[in-house]
């Protein structure tokens, strides 16, 4: 029962773009939070960025200014647009939601997979 799918990652050049995508398996419309998350070999499992219901955003410092955060609730997709892409964006790239509404049934703390991220320098 896969409630998040990732895609969109991919081998790209410094400084290129690449556009993730999430899509979910049940309903985001009425899901508080959903964020994007990534993890480096070796190291934690960080926050890149949040969208609120309301679609109020935020940003780690690290990619404030080069990435954005957006949902299509009529999609249930959440997608996130990395531009400037830097060697240390390497990662492997992951769909957070705080819950997600299938049939009748609330999944609570949903992750995605997880999608992989290489920037060349």
């Known amino acids: 029962q896969v409630q998040l799918v990732e895609s969109g990652g991919g081998l790209v050049q410094a400084g290129g773009s690449l556009r993730l995508s999430c899509a979910a398996s049940g309903s985001i419309f009425s899901s508080n939070s959903m964020a994007w998350y990534r993890q480096a070999p070796g190291k934690q499992r960080e926050l890149v960025a949040t969208?609120?219901?309301?679609?109020?955003?935020n940003y780690a410092d690290s990619v404030k200014g080069r990435f954005t955060i957006s949902r299509d609730n009529a999609k249930n997709t959440v997608y996130l647009q990395m531009n400037g892409l830097k060697s240390e964006d390497t990662a492997v790239y992951y769909c957070?939601?705080?819950?997600?509404?299938?049939?009748?049934?609330?999944?609570?703390?949903?992750w995605g997979q997880g999608t992989q991220v290489t920037v060349s320098s």
């Open positions: 969208i609120t219901r309301g679609d109020a955003t």
């Open positions: 957070y939601a705080d819950r997600i509404l299938t049939g009748f049934t609330w999944r609570l703390d949903c």
